[in-house]
Structure formats: structure tokens, C-alpha cells
């Protein structure tokens, strides 16, 4: 077999390397060395504003890497003949889209086309939860912004009615042990409100006392906001355990954290040491803020973080995407896939031994988005955990 051939096999089947091994610590040392300051300034000024910030910032980074990846694809605005990620059901009650817009602008008075909007919206959370008294994990920078926002890839978050079984294959799908899924809702709900339209009070066991307290604040108005934490709701702490197995939680998963037979051990575990979860938060918060990022050559660094810098319409109607930059050509290879005969002589090898080269980066399109009429329905079913 030719050995150029040879080399284009292994290239097909070597796995490549882990796109997070590319972000750095002091990525922005040279390039824009005020990067981080600017971000933990602004943060740390709008928390002074409302304390809330911190749990907005922690949901948004959520919705964003869970989704798609690290890639602040749930920033970009919807066009109007276009969805994107951020009309999607889960994030209609998303906040803190002009604070990460804010701090965007400065970043480009100082530093323009540098700092990426998927690093501001990653250090932005660490810096919520420190401020709330949370620990202070390491957020590498580096990530390149999407060029493609797909409402569909935000339409199936997990949302606050899901059963604990589904929860736990949902994590472990991307990659989090069980004790890090209990210790990112513990966290996540330890800070921050929830509107009363998520709060389904009679589909899991609930405290009497409580329940009365429930509704009574949200009888009637679905758009008040209430505490996920009744006890310290903008302190970072570990109270969420014996609330959850209090059965006095809003939502409806974390009362049923607290029965499943998998995670209520854990619960009990950590409601005797609540102060022991906070390292495995700070673990997967980390693994979190790496989730499928874009790193050197893919995506791109937006000069705002709403809309793509070459924006063009897609032929799909729930797509936004970029299409004038060429992902091939950025990235050394020829524009047409098989142009190289090597490649297209190494593809139908492939092939026959039943290991078809796919594309890269490849995101499948969900079914057509439900009607109006139905969304709101589909937002209370979908919205997302953190």
C-alpha cells in the first residue's frame, strides 16, 4: 500500500487530541493582560448592584457548555426569519446577556477581536460563584466563539420536572460521575430564584409546611420569583442536602434527589458534612467550563457577542450559522472533501472496513420547532437546571 495512503488511514483513525489541551492559564498574558480583571471588575460590581447576578452568570454558563459545547452559541440573537439557542425553551428565562455584552465592549476598547465571548461567559461564573463564597476553580482561557447557534441543541436541557434516572444518564453523557451531578445542582440551586412558573408543587413529595409556603407566594403568579435556597439564598453553602431531604425545594428534581435510591445516600452523606461537596463542585465545574470547546483554528474570537461576525442566512430555518469562512480552508485543507485522490481512495477503504470517515463538527438538526401556541408549555417542561 502506498505509504502516503498509509499515513491518511491513521489520520481517519488516531483520535485527535482534547481541544481543552490547548487553553492556557496566561493564553491572554501577551495579548490582552488586563483580560481577567476587566471580566472579575465588572462582575464584582454588578453583584454589589444584585446579588443575583452570580446565579445568572452560573446558569448561563450551564445552558451554554451543556448545550453545544463552551462556545457562547447561547449568546447570538435570533434573527427575524431565524431561531437560535437562545429562543430555545430552556433559555427564554436566561439572564445576564447585557452584563457579558458590557464586559465584551470594554474587552474590545482595550484589547479588540482578543478575548473570545465563550472565555468572558466561563471566568465570568467562576467569579459569580466566588463571590457568593463558592470555591475558586481554574478556568483555562483560550475558547473560540461558534459559528453556528441551533435552538434544537438547547430544546432538550434537562429541565426542572426530570426524573432522577434520565437526570443521571443526561450527565453522564457528558461526562460528569454521579457524585458531580449532585454536587452541580447543589451548587446551582444552593444560590438564586426560580420564577413560579417552573415550580410544579404536587409532582413529588413535599413538606406540608412548606408546601403551604409555596402557595401562598406563588398562587396566581407564575412570574414571581422566588429562593431555590429558603434558608441562605445568596450564599454559596451547602444547605440544599437537608433541604432536599426536608422535601422543602421548589423544584420538583431536587425533592426527588432526596428519594431515588441512588442519590439519596449521597444527600444524607453530605447533609452531616455539607462543606465536603464543595470540592467535587469545584471539580466539575471545571470539567464543565472545558466541555467541547473551540480551540486555535475553529470558530472565531466575535467583535459582539450577539451576532456572528460574518452573519449569513442559513437554508435551514431553525439554523444561525456562519458559512462565508471555509472551516477546511481555515484549517490548511483542501476546500472540496476527496479533491485529494489520496483522501478519496483512503475514504472508500474506510469504507469497506465499515468505519466511515465522518465530517467534522457535524451538529444534527432536531425536529421543526413546536408552534407558539405550545411553547410556553414546552419552556415549563424544558427549563434548566442550573
Not at 159 to 188: H, N, R, T
Amino acid at each position: 500500500m502506498d505509504a502516503r495512503l498509509v499515513f491518511l488511514l491513521f489520520l481517519a483513525v488516531a483520535p485527535a487530541p482534547l481541544a481543552s489541551a490547548q487553553l492556557a492559564k496566561d493564553f491572554y498574558a501577551k495579548s490582552c493582560p488586563d483580560a481577567e480583571k476587566i471580566i472579575s471588575d465588572a462582575v464584582a460590581a454588578r453583584f454589589k448592584q444584585d446579588p443575583h447576578t452570580a446565579a445568572a452568570l452560573l446558569r448561563l454558563v450551564f445552558h451554554d457548555c451543556f448545550a453545544n459545547g463552551c462556545d457562547a452559541s447561547v449568546l447570538i440573537d435570533p434573527l427575524s426569519n431565524q431561531a437560535s439557542e437562545k429562543e430555545a425553551g430552556p433559555n427564554v428565562d436566561l439572564k445576564g446577556f447585557d452584563l457579558i455584552d458590557d464586559i465584551k465592549a470594554e474587552l474590545e476598547k482595550k484589547c479588540p477581536e482578543v478575548v473570545s465571548c465563550a472565555d468572558i461567559v466561563a471566568f465570568g461564573a467562576r467569579e459569580g460563584v466566588r463571590l457568593t463564597g463558592g470555591p475558586e476553580y481554574d478556568v483555562p482561557m483560550g475558547r473560540r466563539d461558534s459559528l453556528v447557534s441551533n435552538r434544537e441543541d438547547a430544546d432538550n436541557l434537562p429541565g426542572p420536572d426530570i426524573a432522577v434516572p434520565k437526570a443521571i444518564d443526561e450527565f453522564a453523557k457528558q461526562g460528569f460521575e454521579l457524585e458531580e451531578m449532585v454536587s452541580l445542582l447543589a451548587g446551582g440551586h444552593s444560590i438564586g430564584n426560580c420564577r413560579c412558573f417552573f415550580v410544579e408543587i404536587d409532582a413529588a413529595p413535599i413538606d406540608p409546611e412548606f408546601k403551604k409556603t409555596l402557595t401562598a407566594a406563588c398562587d396566581g403568579k407564575e412570574s414571581e420569583a422566588i429562593p431555590l435556597d429558603s434558608d441562605t439564598p445568596n450564599v454559596f453553602d451547602g444547605s440544599y442536602f437537608a433541604l432536599s431531604l426536608a422535601k422543602k425545594m421548589p423544584l420538583t428534581i431536587d425533592r426527588l434527589m432526596g428519594l431515588d435510591p441512588r442519590t439519596e445516600p449521597i444527600l444524607k452523606a453530605l447533609a452531616d458534612k455539607p462543606t465536603d461537596f464543595i470540592p467535587t463542585f469545584a471539580k466539575a465545574m471545571a470539567k464543565l467550563s472545558v466541555l467541547k470547546v473551540l480551540t486555535g483554528k475553529d470558530g472565531e474570537v466575535r467583535k459582539s457577542c450577539g451576532e456572528f461576525n460574518n452573519p449569513q442566512a442559513a437554508s435551514n430555518t431553525s439554523v444561525i450559522r456562519i458559512s462565508s469562512v471555509d472551516p477546511n480552508q481555515m484549517a490548511g485543507l483542501p476546500s472540496q472533501p476527496g479533491a485529494d485522490p489520496a483522501i478519496a481512495e483512503a475514504k472508500k477503504i474506510m469504507d469497506g472496513m465499515g468505519a466511515a470517515i465522518q465530517p467534522p463538527n457535524v451538529v444534527p438538526i432536531g425536529e421543526p420547532a413546536k408552534e407558539e401556541e405550545t411553547k410556553a408549555k414546552g419552556h415549563k417542561l424544558r427549563g434548566g437546571p442550573l
